[in-house]
């Protein structure tokens, strides 16, 4: 018997992506992302490939409307493509692709599942990019708000959970800092500006949202490394203060109304990313705009992360110890898994930062277990991986964390951005050839969750 009761109204649902599961990059009016051209640039993705098909989801909604159901699905996260609604990514308003989500959201209420929609999951218009420099530029943040302003009008009778951005430090660094996501910069000082503006665009959004869809929740979705120093050395703890700082503050302060992290700012200034007089791009008003209130904050939780110093110091004597996964603790991303860390990090938002209502809208692991003769797909660690993670999830709610809901990561395998099909997390098996879904065991077992809203603690398998 399944021993971890949650509470009755607890959501339980999946995430995807537009990008990553629609396809139909062509079809109906969508303009060019700044996906297509990435992904289509030679030497950017480790196999080659693009979302120009992905899992044929444009085509195959109903199919995978139905499979939710069959699973039991409570809720599904989706997100918006921008360059579908507003192909010139302000203006002219195409609509297809209006019709294409108002579709979708009818038939997932049909089918008794509640839409939670994403605004910005990466895809932005290319012709943005190309005429400003995209979120380098403070204009797209009112080009966000224009298409907010649409796409919040035409679903906002039916849906009533809104996102603005998924995961805006990946916009921002792993995009302008690191290169390895869309467009492909290197540049510190840009990811700094892109930063700002993502969250002021998300600030402007807020009562755009609520203006148009009466009696809706509206949130942003932060991922977070729950982060902690490889040894009780000072320079191993500032290390970690730092990388917190760049990962996880410098989002969450200025949405709670504490600016900008001023160690950061000061530690920016040091190494020349930003100048003496500051993060200059953020100007009077913007932070009161970025602290506007939500209803609820999104947190997408994969791993931790241990930091030790590069700078080793006076201090090297000083035990330096991390503790390093064994392998087999690791996902095919090279992800450790720690579900303590989840625990954590939603104590945290509820202790630190009084966040009032708390999703977890991604968690999940990259193993590509594979069907068997049978066709079965027995998908072991990934549904131990959830299990561990919803236990340490109830854990934290045990002390206190205000979490509504959970979404896994994902309800399909699909187009995993840098790694294309490399990676698969979903708990529904895709046969790209084919398109064939085939629910994986964790898929199986998941259902069974769901409809006991109850998951084992593996106390049972003691006895
Ligand atoms: C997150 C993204 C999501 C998916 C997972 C594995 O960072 O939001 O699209 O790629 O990682």
């Known amino acids: 018997m399944p021993s971890l009761r949650f509470p009755d109204n607890f959501v339980w649902g999946t995430a995807t992506s537009s990008y990553q599961i629609e396809g139909a990059t062509n079809e109906d009016g969508r303009s060019e992302s700044i996906w297509d051209r990435f992904a289509k640039t030679p030497g950017q993705i480790v196999d080659g490939t693009n979302g120009d098909v992905a899992c044929d989801h444009y085509h195959r909604w109903p199919e995978d409307i139905a499979l939710m159901k069959s ?19 302000r203006g002219a308003v195409n609509q297809k692709g209006l019709d294409f989500y108002s579709r979708l959201v009818d038939g997932l209420l049909a089918a008794g599942i509640e839409p939670y929609a994403t605004l910005f999951h990466w895809d ?3 012709v943005l990019q190309d005429q400003v420099g995209g979120w380098q530029h403070r204009s797209t943040a009112d080009a966000f708000v224009e298409f907010t302003d649409v796409i919040s009008r035409k679903l906002g009778d039916r849906v009533k959970k809104w996102i603005t951005h998924n995961e805006p430090w990946c916009t921002a660094f792993l995009s302008y800092e690191k290169g390895i996501h869309a467009p492909g910069m290197r540049d510190f000082k ?6 700002h503006h993502l969250l002021l665009s998300h600030g402007l959004a807020v009562p755009v949202v609520r203006q148009n869809c009466p009696g809706a929740e509206v949130g942003i979705t932060l991922n977070m490394n729950y982060a902690m120093p490889a040894s009780p050395s000072a320079a191993d703890y500032d290390a970690c203060r730092h990388y917190d700082g760049y990962f996880n503050r410098w989002f969450l302060d200025p949405l709670y109304g504490r600016r900008y992290p001023a160690d950061m700012i000061e530690d920016y200034i040091a190494l020349g990313h930003l100048p003496p007089e500051g993060l200059t791009v953020c100007k009077p008003g913007d932070l009161d705009i970025i602290a506007t209130q939500c209803d609820f904050l999104g947190l997408n939780y994969y791993s931790r992360a241990v930091l030790r110093s590069s700078k080793v110091p006076e201090e090297q004597n000083l035990p330096r110890t991390v503790h390093v996964a064994p392998l087999s ?8 898994v720690y579900p ?16 009032p209502k708390l999703y977890v809208t991604e968690n999940g692991a990259a193993y590509s277990t594979e069907p068997d003769k049978d066709g079965r797909i027995p ?9 561990d993670h919803f236990v340490a999830a109830r854990r934290a709610m045990d002390a206190g964390a205000p979490l509504a809901g959970y979404f896994v990561w994902s309800l399909m395998d699909n187009y995993e951005w840098d790694r294309g099909y490399s990676q698969r997390f979903g708990i529904v098996w895709v046969d790209y050839e084919t398109q064939r879904r085939i629910p994986k065991d964790s898929a199986l077992w998941y259902k069974g969750v769901i409809a006991a809203n109850a998951v084992d603690d593996g106390s049972s398998q003691a006895t």
């Not at 998908?379 to 299990?387: E, H, M, P, V, W």
């Open 190 to 195: 840009k990811a700094l500006a892109v930063s």
């Open 329 to 336: 603790e690791q996902t095919e991303m090279q992800w450790e």
């Open 124 to 126: 932005l218009p290319q």
């Open 71 to 89: 699973l039991g699905m409570m809720a599904y996260r989706f997100s918006i493509a921008w360059p579908r609604i507003l192909p010139n990514g």
């Open 379 to 387: 998908d072991t660690r990934r549904l131990q991986f959830l299990r």
């Open 340 to 355: 303590e860390g989840l625990r954590r990090l939603l104590l945290r938002l509820h202790v630190e930062y009084g966040v």
